[in-house]
């Protein structure tokens, strides 16, 4: 029998964290998954984890056609080698709460794409930056526009029959028409009220690099090409054209997170500056 739920962990010297991010899967009270960890270098991270005593015969592992083909093109490769009925992206510098599949593989069996709400960690420190959404508010579904609106990565539960892949070109903002199409296909994101998933941002890595804008703005153009090109694969006319949109206000956005960061002696992260901008407004 298949499992219900394939991990897709996609790893590029990844070697310090996918330790955390695998333990956290272990840890998880839902048992009934397999993790498909692609690797998009030259290391063995079948080794690095026997190495932490991690090993565990639900652990698979893949690699990329050629090292740095980036985080989506190695998702593709382990989603192209899993047997599951839903896909749940994990990077493996997160980690996850022990009950987070327990609580969202049903809701993604049964509506075809579940998220939960997530919680903002500075990886050095282990300093809350902030949430997707505030704690104390009620759980959700999101629309297209709802989606856009938020400023903190999702990684979606997407049922098999929901999933469309990552877009390998598409640099730093893929998990956006990811979770657009998941979203199309679905009719809505339910998210969580509870968080269930620490998003690490950590220094060194391509999210936070110093160049993360120029990468970010990059994505944000070739999507915007993309959609006018074969609509990235959103058959709704209206969420392309919300696309469209938002992705003008998200450049924008980046602009202004370029500026900021330039003008502090110590830079900082985007998440940080959206942290920031929420507690002034």
């Known amino acids: 029998m298949p499992p219900r739920v394939s991990v897709v962990i996609p790893a590029w010297h990844a070697e310090a964290t996918i330790g955390r991010a695998v333990r956290s899967l272990l840890d998880?009270?839902?048992?009934?998954?397999?993790?498909?960890?692609?690797?998009?270098d030259d290391r063995d991270y079948g080794a690095i984890l026997a190495g932490e005593g991690l090993d565990d015969r639900r652990l698979r592992h893949v690699r990329t056609p050629a090292p740095r083909s980036g985080a989506p093109a190695a998702r593709n490769a382990a989603w192209a080698a899993a047997r599951g009925g839903v896909a749940?992206?994990?990077?493996?510098?997160?980690?996850?709460?022990?009950?987070?599949?327990?609580q969202l593989v049903p809701t993604a069996e049964a509506r075809g794409a579940v998220a939960d709400n997530v919680r903002v960690v500075a990886d050095a420190t282990g300093e809350l930056v902030g949430h997707l959404f505030p704690p104390g508010e009620p759980g959700r579904v999101l629309d297209a526009a709802g989606f856009l609106a938020t400023s903190v990565p999702i990684m979606a539960l997407v049922r098999r029959d929901c999933m469309a892949g990552w877009d390998a070109d598409v640099e730093l903002c893929d998990d956006l028409?990811?979770?657009?199409?998941?979203?199309d296909r679905a009719g809505g994101l339910p998210v969580t009220a509870e968080a269930l998933h620490d998003y690490r941002v950590r220094d060194g890595s391509i999210c936070h690099a110093p160049d993360s804008d120029r990468r970010a703005d990059r994505g944000y153009a070739t999507c915007l090409s993309r959609l006018a090109a074969d609509g990235l694969g959103i058959r709704d006319p209206a969420i392309r054209e919300l696309f469209r949109r938002s992705l003008e206000d998200k450049r924008a956005l980046n602009r202004a997170y370029a500026a900021w960061r330039d003008s502090r002696p110590t830079g900082g992260t985007f998440q940080e500056f959206v942290a920031e901008r929420a507690s002034v407004g």
């Open 28 to 40: 998880q009270t839902f048992t009934d998954w397999e993790a498909v960890i692609a690797a998009d």
């Open 88 to 102: 749940a992206p994990l990077d493996a510098d997160d980690s996850w709460m022990p009950r987070r599949l327990e």
């Open 177 to 183: 028409p990811f979770n657009l199409r998941a979203i």
